[in-house]
């Protein structure tokens, strides 16, 4: 009985810094990881009362694309650009309007390979749901 409250308390202290991670961490402080070597992506998306939302993100490309990726429990912005797919990100101080655009099929196998999730990460993260991904094209 005592090995299911340790393991139960291991677990709920699990949850509580998952909790805090994602929706503190990296939800409201919004960190830049860029010191790190991870190349970081400020996307503005729109939402359905039409207020604009700005979300920093990491960012990978493949074939000189950007992609962006949807791993994280607070998803709000994936939501958001799926519905409003013009939007506007800053990268290295230079902003433009994309079009956002869901990656599927080859392409979201392929660019999933190249850029996989590591272990630390999903840790991190509570084991997120599968990821998705977009792709943000130049609008013009």
Do not use: C
Not at 6 to 29: H, K, N, P, R
Not at 50 to 57: F, M, P, S, T, W
């Amino acid at each position: 009985m005592k090995l299911l409250k340790w393991i139960g308390s291991i677990a709920a202290v699990y949850v509580v810094f998952v909790l805090l991670f994602e929706f503190v961490y990296l939800g409201l402080y919004q960190p830049s990881f860029e010191e790190a070597g991870i190349p970081m992506i400020d996307i503005t998306t729109t939402n359905s009362s039409g207020e604009a939302k700005v979300r920093r993100l990491a960012r990978f490309e493949t074939d000189d694309k950007i992609y962006l990726s949807a791993h994280h429990w607070p998803r709000g912005w994936y939501s958001q650009a799926l519905s409003k797919p013009e939007v506007s990100a800053e990268i290295d101080g230079v902003t433009s309007d994309y079009v956002a655009v869901a990656v599927t099929g080859e392409e979201f196998e392929r660019v999933s390979a190249e850029h996989p999730l590591g272990f630390v990460v999903m840790f991190l993260m509570g084991f997120p749901p599968e990821r998705d991904i977009l792709r943000l094209d130049p609008r013009g």
